[in-house]
C-alpha cells in the first residue's frame, strides 16, 4: 500500500466515525484544495470521492496526466461525469445507490447558490466548516516523513538560490527581473515544478509595499535602502517561502530598522518549541515590534506544504494552536515605511520533539 | 467624472431596480472577483461595497496601493474591519443604519457554511447565481474604449513576442525555460505587469498534455514533432491569450492534424459575427475535428479581460450566447495523441458591427 493509499484509508475511517458514507474533495479554479494532491498524487484540477468503506474515486480534468500520477480506487475522466461538481456528484450518487438519508459531505468552500442546486434528493448534505476537508487540513499540518523528504528538496534549492542572489547582487548592477528570472530558472534547472507562488522583487521605492505591484519590473538593484526579495521553490508539490532583505548604505532610522527585525526573529525563535499557543507567539512579536516604533500590518507566519498558505497560521489575536512536533512553517516579521522603505526576513522552520529546527538559510544581505 | 466612477455608477443603478440597497463583493484568495478591478481600478485584494444610493466603500488589504491606485467615495484599510468579510460586513451595516428588511447582495462565490454565519440580523441578505456580480460579468464581457486601448497594447506586446521566439527557435537550440523567460522578461520590459497566467511551454514528448505539468522544464526546443507554447501578457491588468505550436520534421499523421486544426480555424472564423450562439460555434469545430478523426478535449475558447478565462465561454453544449460587437475572446482549437503529440492554435478576437477583426497574430510555426 502506497502512501495515497494510506492517507486515503486514514481519511475513509474519520468518514465512517463520523457517519458520513461519502466525502466530496474539490481542486479546480475557483475552489482550490490541495488536499488532493495530498490524498491521491494528482497535481491538477479534479474532484475526488472518498467512501466510509476505503474506496476512492477521482476525476480529473486530465486523465493522461492522472494515469502517470494519481493513486485511487477508480479514476474516470471528469468529462464522463459532466464536467461541474453537481451532475458529478448526481451521477456517482446515482451509481452508488447510496440507502436514502446517508450523509453526503461536499466542499466547505462551495458557495451558497451551488450547495443549494446540489442538495437534493434522500441524501442528507452536509456543509460545515471545521469538518472532514478541516481535518484533511489537520492532518496536512504535520508532515510526515515523505513530505519531509520533499520539503527538505525545496528548502535546499532555496539556500542554493539564495546564494546565487547574493553573488549576483555583489557582483554588479542587475533588474528586480533578473533577479526574479534567475529563481524561476534555476529552480526548474534543479528539478523543481517552479516557484512556489509569483517571485516579489522590489527595490527601495517600492519595497515599503507588503506585497509589491507589479511582482517585479526593471527597476535597477541592489539600491541604496531597503529592497526585499520573497520567493518559493515548488519541489514535487511542496513549497518553501523565503524572503530577503538586500541593504545598502542605510539611514540610522533604516538601520533601527533591520535591528528591529533581526530582534523579532530572536523573540520568535525563543517561542518556537511544541506547546506555544501561535497567538502567543504572534502577540510577543507585535508587542517587540510596537516597542520599537512599528506596526506589523500583516501576520507572523503561516504553514508551508502542497499550498503556499496553510494550517497552523500565526496570527495574533485569532486561530490560536498549540505547536506541535512536525508543523512547519513561515516566520516572516515585516515592518514598512512609505519613506524609509521596507524590510521583511522570512525563514522557513519546523517544530521539533523540543524545540525547532530552522530549515532556510536566508538573511538581510548588507551589501 | 473617471472610468471608474462611471462603472460604479452604473451598479448602482442596477442596485436600484433591483431594490438591494448594498452590493458586497469581493476578490482575495479564495474567493477572486476581477470586477473590484473593473469598477475601482484597484490592482489587490480588497472587499468593495456599492451602495444603490451611489456610494462606495473599498476596504484595501494594501491601503497604500490602494490610495495610489484606486477610486471609491471612501478608502479604509481592511484592517479597520477585521479582516473578515464577516466581520466587514457587520460593521459596514452596522455604520450605516440600513432600514430593517433591507436587501444586501453578497458574492455568489460566498461558501455555504460562511453564508450560513454572515446571513443574520433584520436584513435580507441575497447570494444568487447570476445576480448583480453576474450582471457586472456581462457588463465586462463587452469592452469598452478604454479597455480596448489597454488591451491592444498587450496584444501588441504579444505579437512582438511571438516574432522574438520564432527569431529564437529558428537561430537554434534552446529550452522550454529559455522561452517562458524570454516571455516574462520581454514582457516586463515592455511595461506589462507580467504574464497572464503562468507560460506553458511543452516539447514534443510532453505536448499531448492539454496542460502541461510541469509548466516548462529543461526540455530542449526546437524538437522534431509537435511543440506547444501557450502564454499571455498581460497590461495594466488585461491579458492576452496566444498558443503557438511549433512543428518540425512531421509525420504524415502530424501534417493532418496540423491541417485539422488550421481548417478548425477557417471553420470559426466563418462565423464569428454579431449574432453566433457560441454552442453553434463550438459544435461546428467539434464536429469538423471530429470528420478528421479527433475529439476536442476542451472548449473552443473563452472571453479575456481582467481575468484569464471571463464570459462568454464557447462551450458546444451549455452557456449559449448569442455573440455581440466588443466582445473579446480567444478561438483556440486543439487535438492531442499521446504518440503523436499536441497541437494548439490560438489567437485573440473581437467581434464587431459586421463580422471580426483578429486581435494577434499567432501561427503554426514551421522549422
Not at 37 to 58: C, E, K, N, Q, W
Not at 72 to 92: C, F, M
Not at 210 to 229: E, N, R, V, W
Not at 255 to 264: D, S
Request: negative net charge.
Amino acid at each position: 500500500m502506497n502512501t495515497y493509499s494510506e492517507r486515503q484509508k486514514k481519511v475513509s475511517s474519520l468518514l465512517a466515525g463520523e457517519d458520513i458514507s461519502l466525502l466530496v474533495l474539490c481542486d479546480r479554479e475557483g475552489m482550490r484544495n490541495p488536499s488532493i494532491r495530498y490524498l491521491t498524487g494528482h497535481p491538477s484540477d479534479s474532484v475526488l470521492f472518498i467512501f466510509a468503506d476505503g474506496r476512492s474515486l477521482l476525476l480529473p480534468w486530465d486523465i493522461n496526466l492522472a494515469r502517470i500520477k494519481a493513486t485511487a480506487t477508480q479514476i474516470k475522466p471528469y468529462n464522463d461525469y459532466g464536467r461541474t461538481l453537481g451532475q458529478a456528484l448526481s451521477k456517482v450518487l446515482a451509481e452508488e445507490k447510496l440507502p436514502a438519508g446517508s450523509r453526503v459531505e461536499v466542499p466547505d468552500a462551495l458557495p451558497y447558490p451551488e450547495f443549494m442546486n446540489i442538495a437534493n434528493g434522500p441524501y442528507q448534505f452536509v456543509c460545515r466548516e471545521n469538518g472532514l476537508a478541516s481535518a484533511i487540513d489537520d492532518m496536512r499540518q504535520i508532515k510526515d516523513d515523505a513530505e519531509l523528504v520533499t520539503l527538505r528538496k525545496a528548502f535546499s534549492i532555496t539556500d542554493d538560490i539564495l546564494d546565487k542572489i547574493e553573488a549576483e547582487l555583489r557582483a554588479g548592477q542587475c533588474t528586480e527581473t533578473d533577479i526574479a528570472l534567475l529563481i524561476d530558472r534555476e529552480a526548474r534547472l534543479a528539478g523543481a515544478e517552479g516557484t512556489g507562488f509569483e517571485t516579489l522583487a522590489a527595490a527601495m521605492g517600492r519595497s515599503y509595499n507588503i506585497h509589491a505591484f507589479p511582482a517585479y519590473t526593471g527597476a535597477i538593484m541592489p539600491a541604496d535602502g531597503l529592497s526585499i526579495i520573497d520567493f518559493g521553490v515548488k519541489y514535487d508539490g511542496y513549497t518553501s517561502d523565503v524572503t530577503t532583505t538586500i541593504t545598502r548604505n542605510l539611514s540610522p532610522e533604516q538601520e533601527h530598522m533591520v535591528a528591529l527585525i533581526e530582534g523579532a526573529v530572536d523573540v520568535a525563535e525563543k517561542l518556537l518549541k511544541p506547546g506555544t499557543l501561535t497567538t502567543d507567539l504572534s502577540g510577543a512579536v507585535n508587542g517587540y515590534l510596537e516597542s520599537g516604533g512599528f506596526v506589523m500590518p500583516h501576520n507572523l507566519g503561516h504553514g508551508i506544504g502542497l499550498y503556499i498558505h496553510e494550517k497552523p497560521f500565526l496570527r495574533a489575536k485569532v486561530d490560536p494552536v498549540r505547536l506541535q512536533k512536525g508543523m512547519v512553517f513561515t516566520i516572516e516579521p515585516g515592518i514598512y515605511d512609505p519613506k524609509l522603505g521596507g524590510i521583511r526576513l522570512e525563514n522557513d522552520y519546523m517544530i521539533t520533539d523540543i524545540g525547532y529546527e530552522k530549515l532556510t538559510n536566508s538573511r538581510i544581505i548588507r551589501l
